[in-house]
């Protein structure tokens, strides 16, 4: 659910990454942060317990342009990456208007993304929300690697509806940028239509 700030003239959204643990999505939203322009984003706060942390900031892409005289803000968060952490992974998604799931490449973590997108697509369903309706894209991390799988295999097994998809490596900040601003694009794309 997109927030509509009146007195600034913006409307704000929120993009959730969600993934397995350690598949990059971390990487990724550091990398957006280091490369945008001071003056466009707020600060990067994360939520750190013992065990789990969150990350986020809001950021104005100018070249994203206006929404009937509104600018749009996109706040990007990410998610605990173990589905120990569920609770926390529910209360992240409220009020999501975007989701990146980020895949990590390597074959040994095939089972570990397979169970975090059914978890995703729980946890909206929950939230009110159906994966095949709202605006969201899959980034296949960790492409650098060595032991990784296909793309072909990773889009049969992770991607059967055919929703956009990226190689990336979130370290170097390959593919980064051309997730998010996919994400981005659908987003207007559904509010554009009044949902």
């Given at each position: 659910m997109s927030f509509i700030n009146y007195?600034?003239?913006?409307?704000?959204?929120?993009?959730?990454?969600?993934?397995?643990?350690?598949?990059?999505?971390?990487?990724n939203?550091?990398?957006v942060y280091k490369k945008t322009a001071p003056?466009?984003?707020?600060?990067?706060?994360?939520?750190?317990?013992?065990?789990?942390?969150?990350l986020f900031f809001d950021f104005l892409p100018l070249a994203l342009g206006e929404i009937k005289g509104f600018k749009t803000r996109f706040h990007l968060y990410t998610v605990p990456g173990q589905v120990f952490y569920d609770a926390s992974r529910?209360?992240?998604?409220?009020?999501?208007d975007g989701v990146v799931f980020v895949?990590?490449?390597?074959?040994?973590?095939?089972?570990?993304?397979a169970e975090s997108l059914d978890n995703l697509g729980i946890n909206l369903q929950e939230q009110g929300y159906d994966l095949n309706k709202i605006p969201y894209v899959i980034q296949y991390n960790k492409r650098d690697l060595a032991s990784i799988v296909s793309l072909d295999e990773l889009r049969r097994e992770l991607n059967p509806t055919?929703?956009?998809?990226?190689?990336?490596?979130a370290t170097t900040g390959e593919g980064v940028f051309e997730t998010l601003?996919?994400?981005a694009k659908l987003i207007l794309i559904d509010m554009k239509k009044g949902k």
């Amino acid at each position: 659910m997109s927030f509509i700030n009146y007195a600034s003239r913006e409307i704000n959204c929120k993009i959730v990454y969600y993934g397995p643990g350690l598949c990059g999505k971390t990487t990724n939203l550091q990398f957006v942060y280091k490369k945008t322009a001071p003056e466009a984003k707020g600060k990067m706060i994360s939520l750190a317990t013992e065990t789990e942390r969150t990350l986020f900031f809001d950021f104005l892409p100018l070249a994203l342009g206006e929404i009937k005289g509104f600018k749009t803000r996109f706040h990007l968060y990410t998610v605990p990456g173990q589905v120990f952490y569920d609770a926390s992974r529910k209360l992240i998604l409220k009020g999501v208007d975007g989701v990146v799931f980020v895949a990590d490449s390597q074959e040994e973590r095939m089972d570990a993304n397979a169970e975090s997108l059914d978890n995703l697509g729980i946890n909206l369903q929950e939230q009110g929300y159906d994966l095949n309706k709202i605006p969201y894209v899959i980034q296949y991390n960790k492409r650098d690697l060595a032991s990784i799988v296909s793309l072909d295999e990773l889009r049969r097994e992770l991607n059967p509806t055919g929703v956009p998809d990226f190689e990336a490596c979130a370290t170097t900040g390959e593919g980064v940028f051309e997730t998010l601003k996919a994400i981005a694009k659908l987003i207007l794309i559904d509010m554009k239509k009044g949902k």
